[in-house]
């Protein structure tokens, strides 16, 4: 019979187990992952919020085009540079209509500075483009899975002496 009080009992990876299994015994598979379920931008100037959506094949959550002035701007969220747990904020403009020769080399404005706010507890992305500038916060919702095949196999009692 197996006893799983806390005597004869261990943690391993969050898994309760028998004291006396070695973690090297066991045919244990172990996928640690966080999903991400939902992203939005948040305007911390007033307070709007905005849900990021997805492309298929991208790591990059993004946000709705606006228009300024004579462009268009469209704002990403690109998971490929994940620093401090955020993501980089990226931004593609074009002049006029959106078409590969109408947009702009990437310039300073391309990755939207980061800093840490201490007030709002969060990191605080300021884009800057021409005249605009942008104050923007994230508010990410993700989920953290473990997912664990294991194989466990009872050893005869010649096996244990």
Do not use: H, Q
């Given at each position: 019979m197996l006893c799983l009080c806390k005597r004869h009992t261990k943690k391993l990876a969050g898994i309760t187990l028998p004291k006396?299994?070695?973690?090297?015994?066991?045919?244990?598979?172990?996928?640690?992952?966080?999903?991400?379920?939902?992203?939005?931008i948040i305007n911390m100037t007033d307070g709007v919020e905005s849900?990021?959506?997805?492309i298929k094949g991208s790591r990059c959550h993004f946000n709705k085009e606006f228009n300024y002035q004579d462009y268009i701007i469209q704002l990403r969220l690109d998971w490929?540079?994940?620093a401090h747990?955020?993501?980089?904020?990226?931004?593609?403009?074009?002049?006029g209509s959106k078409n590969k020769k109408n947009r702009l080399r990437n310039g300073p404005w391309h990755h939207?500075?980061?800093?840490?706010?201490?007030?709002?507890?969060?990191?605080?992305?300021?884009?800057?483009?021409e005249n605009l500038k942008l104050r923007l916060g994230t508010k990410i919702t993700a989920a953290k899975n473990i997912k664990c095949d294991v194989r466990v196999v009872k050893s005869s009692r010649e096996d244990s002496k």
């Open positions: 006396n299994l070695n973690k090297e015994e066991l045919d244990m598979k172990l996928n640690d992952s966080t999903d991400i379920i939902n992203v939005a849900k990021l959506f997805e490929g540079g994940v747990g955020e993501p980089v904020l990226d931004a593609d403009i074009w002049c939207a500075e980061k800093v840490f706010d201490s007030a709002s507890r969060r990191y605080i992305y300021t884009f800057k483009f």
